[in-house]
């Protein structure tokens, strides 16, 4: 823990930080495999570019174990990726299916498993769906042409002169008929198919879809609502122990002194100390608590200090790296702009830290066996943990197994493996299987939270109301979302890193929540200074077409001009859109402010959202859904709370996340547009939802919130006026 | 100080020698593998660790597990009759109400407890009844919708 920007684990494109790792192709033995999801015929595909994630060697092609036809009529399919509520699991399922020319049911789906899959990639930026899928579905339709090929050789006959329909390979001729469970029953093919297939195979078309484009129910979700599922805090191996870790008073600070005499003489309990890790482990979860307690009570601690949250702002702003050595993107110049304008505005913006909460805190299952490592971890990158833990014990990376078993939530915020460290190295000493289950106050304090942003905005208008100079500073969130789609002849925009206080990471959408708060409620500013309707002034700066059409559908739907002229005293509707990660989005609200006791409350929302041919309608209104809620908590009330280096409210009695009580009135209207690859939809649904409320506020009382979370400030204002 | 506490458990009789200071979500998922109790809070705030005690929604994170005594017990794993799920087990999988699942035995069981209490419940009483079950993923929409063809069902 240092207090100093994590930069290294941070911004959503977090794999470009690591460039200099090296990635052997996908070797597996074929005696593992059979091992662990039985007989059956396994085909190797050299996948194309599609595959490559990885920004950093697009061109090389690699080796993956994608597909087994399985004896029981099943097909295994593998992928890196990680399930953690987003949909994975099902849509990667669907890709599958649809390029071998089956019904979903028929995948056996391997997800996260480091002896079993091939690397995708971390499961972050919403990458699923346009590089994981595309490499599942070209592993899938190399395989299908490899079977069909195989099939044609036999009957002597065109490979295009035969069908392929719900895993039934048909010839022209009456009796040729082969099943997929026939082949993987045959043993002598397996040569055949154990050299790689390389094919350069077209995809089925949108139009031809069959299982994709339809809402697929996810796999196991009988499993879920039956309480079989085993999510990473649910695993149990013989003879377990349960751990907890020795946490410091407030960050920064280091153990000096510490006494483990009773936590020793407790029965059953082990005790490790290395360097400044402590941990117990026991055979239930009270008494390794019990025991770190005495360990606790005994330790003698040097303190740090450490930047509280009422200096945040300032802190953020003395330290953001906005000097002469700064590279902003610049287009025209903006100080001739702001000296010809008409009208100048400024304004600054802040959004707090907060934390992702997920309902499954941190969790880990190590244990040790003849030398190798096996993991049962919640976390969004297995290869790389499996990495990280190899590092750490000083082990090559075979030796050392992490199975992600489909976990309970993490929007961005379990790209690290902690507990699985943690587990590991208390496994080790214990001699057995250790869990480390996070406590929520654990996973409110120790795990990275989503950046804090101090956001700088100058704007130009010149006598008409058109907007001729844009300058943006976004101090410590991020790059995510800073451009402006709005045509603006004279820009600057810069996004400055500083020094964080906090532990700071991904989030959902990153720091395109930050920016577009600031951009859209500046954008309101000006069109309110320029005298416009907030839709028309957009409308008429607006570059990007995509971004045109939902924000038109959004307001047509929403019957923007006659909700607005219509609006009763302290009603107040607003609207925001943007674009992010090749989605779009565009959100209209209409609220009521109660002046006497400070209230807000969200009458409708609207939103509009596009990102491509939709693959699974009802996943992707479920991720609509939970990211228009999950930005409610952010724009209106989550903030950590923070003083002399300890989280202040690290409970949800303290922290308010959105509940039940919380849900307005929502409208969603999903854009299908399949004549562009698809982009993933489990983000960019959130950064439109908090400027949309910060300007229909302003509509309502005729002043501006410009700070993430809005509620307190807004009590305090209508207080104060 | 330990105490051996006996109760039916999903309709099976269960001892437990524990201390008395454990939570009875600890001793469900620790010492009685019933795993599809969740630990999401340690507060009684996020609804995941609920159970039915004599058919009411407790909060077992909160709750001595000695307090269990003689008590009947039903968790997410003893709900369905065999192959054939709770009617709000299969309103849940009908309606998809589930992204991650991790608040999922949680919600279902509340929501069993409300439609007891109340079988025709409105949009309103149905927030009332869940309010205090977190779903992180937010997919409170498809849950209230979950809920409400459950009571459907039961008509």
């Known amino acids: ?721 | 100080m330990e105490v051996t506490i006996e109760f039916n458990v999903n309709g099976q009789k269960v001892s437990v020698t524990t201390d008395t200071r454990r939570s009875l979500l600890e001793v469900l998922r620790e010492d009685l593998n019933l795993t599809g109790t969740k630990y999401g809070c340690g507060e009684g705030q996020c609804g995941a660790c609920t159970v039915l005690i004599d058919g009411r929604a407790v909060r077992s994170c909160v709750m001595p597990a000695a307090s269990a005594q003689g008590k009947t017990i039903v968790t997410i794993e003893g709900l369905s009759d065999g192959n054939q799920l709770h009617p709000v087990q299969q309103a849940f999988l009908d309606e998809g109400a589930m992204q991650c699942g991790y608040c999922t035995p949680g919600m279902v069981l509340s929501a069993v407890a409300l439609l007891q209490r109340n079988p025709n419940p409105t949009d309103e009483q149905i927030v009332r009844g869940m309010n205090g079950n977190i779903c992180r993923c937010n997919g409170y929409v498809k849950i209230i919708g979950a809920v409400r063809r459950a009571a459907a069902m039961r008509r």
Not at chain 1, 336 to 350: C, D, G, H, Q
Not at chain 1, 577 to 596: D, Q
């Open chain 1, 1 to 721: 823990m240092t207090a100093t920007t994590r930069t290294d684990e941070m911004y959503e494109p977090i794999f470009d930080n690591h460039t200099g790792q090296t990635y052997a192709p996908f070797e597996l033995s074929r005696r593992c495999f059979v091992q662990l999801i039985g007989a059956g015929l396994l085909i190797t595909i050299i996948e194309g570019p599609a595959a490559a994630q990885r920004g950093d060697d697009r061109s090389r092609q690699s080796v993956a174990a994608r597909v087994q036809l399985n004896t029981d009529g099943s097909i295994s399919v593998m992928t890196g990726k990680v399930e953690e509520g987003q949909g994975a699991r099902t849509q990667i399922t669907q890709a599958a299916a649809e390029e071998l020319h089956v019904r979903a049911d028929r995948i056996r789906l391997i997800m996260a498993d480091t002896e079993l899959v091939p690397d995708d990639g971390i499961t972050a930026g919403s990458r699923t769906t346009p590089y994981t899928i595309p490499a599942v579905r070209q592993g899938a339709a190399a395989a299908r042409e490899l079977l069909r090929r195989y099939a044609a050789g036999q009957w002597n006959v065109k490979p295009d002169a035969l069908t392929i329909r719900d895993g039934i390979i048909t010839g022209p001729e009456a009796n040729q008929k082969m099943e997929y469970a026939d082949l993987a029953r045959a043993p002598e093919l397996a040569d055949t198919f154990r050299r790689p297939a390389d094919f350069d195979v077209d995809l089925v078309s949108v139009a031809d879809w069959q299982v994709m484009g339809e809402s697929v129910p996810r796999p196991n979700a009988r499993d879920l609502v039956t309480g079989r599922h085993r999510y990473p805090s649910d695993i149990v191996r013989p003879g377990m122990y349960y751990g907890k870790i020795l946490r410091a008073p407030s960050f920064g600070a280091t153990l000096e002194s510490v006494d483990f005499s009773a936590a020793e003489q407790m029965k059953d309990v082990v005790v490790l100390r290395e360097g400044q890790f402590v941990g117990c482990a026991a055979p239930n979860s009270f008494t390794a608590a019990a025991a770190v307690d005495a360990v606790a009570k005994t330790a003698k601690w040097k303190t740090i200090s450490h930047v509280s949250d009422k200096d945040l702002f300032a802190h953020l702003k003395k330290n953001a790296q906005t000097g002469s050595r700064s590279r902003p993107q610049t287009r025209g110049s903006v100080n001739k702009a702001i000296a010809a304008a008409r009208n100048v505005l400024t304004a600054s913006y802040e959004v707090a830290y907060v934390q992702h909460a997920p309902l499954e805190p941190r969790a880990a299952v190590a244990e040790w066996q003849n030398g190798k490592l096996t993991v049962w971890a919640g976390v969004d990158w297995p290869q790389r943990a499996q990495r990280d833990l190899a590092g750490a014990f000083g082990m090559p990376t075979e030796r050392v197994r992490v199975i992600v078993p489909d976990m309970g939530g993490g929007f961005g915020g379990k790209h690290t493996c902690e507990a699985a460290m943690e587990a590991a190295r208390l496994a080790k000493a214990a001699g057995r299987p250790v869990a480390v289950h996070w406590t929520r106050e654990e996973e409110f304090t120790w795990a990275y939270c989503r950046p804090a942003a101090l956001i700088e905005c100058r704007g130009a208008l010149d006598a008409a109301g058109t907007l001729t100079g844009w300058d943006f500073t976004s101090i410590n969130p991020g790059g995510a979302g800073i451009d402006t789609p709005y045509n603006v002849p004279n820009s600057r925009i810069l996004s400055a890193g500083s020094d964080s206080p906090l532990r700071q990471g991904s989030y959902r959408c990153l720091a395109a929540t930050a920016n577009n708060f600031a951009r859209e409620a500046f954008m309101d500013e000006l069109a309110a200074a320029a005298e416009a309707d907030p839709l028309d002034f957009r409308l008429r700066h607006l570059g990007n077409d995509r971004i045109r059409a939902v924000l038109q559908l959004a307001a047509e739907k929403f019957d923007w001009v006659k909700t607005r002229k219509d609006r009763q005293p302290d009603h107040g509707v607003g609207l925001a859109c943007g674009t992010e990660k090749n989605s779009v989005v565009a959100a209209c609200v209409r609220i009521r402010v109660n002046r006497a006791d400070g209230t807000l409350k969200i009458l409708h929302i609207c939103e509009a959202f596009e990102c491509g041919p939709i693959q699974n309608p009802a996943g992707l209104l479920s991720q609509v859904q939970g990211c228009i809620m999950m930005g409610l908590g952010p724009a209106l009330r989550e903030r950590l709370r923070f003083a002399d280096g300890k989280i202040l409210n690290p409970r949800f009695s303290d922290y308010e996340v959105p509940q039940f009580a919380d849900v307005p009135p929502i409208d969603i209207h999903l854009v299908n547009k399949t004549e562009m690859p698809s982009a993933g939809g489990g983000e960019t649904p959130i950064i439109a939802i908090a400027p949309a409320i910060a300007n229909a506020i302003f509509d309502a009382v005729g002043f501006r919130i410009r700070q993430m979370p809005m509620l307190e400030a807004l009590a305090r204002q209508l207080k104060e006026a």
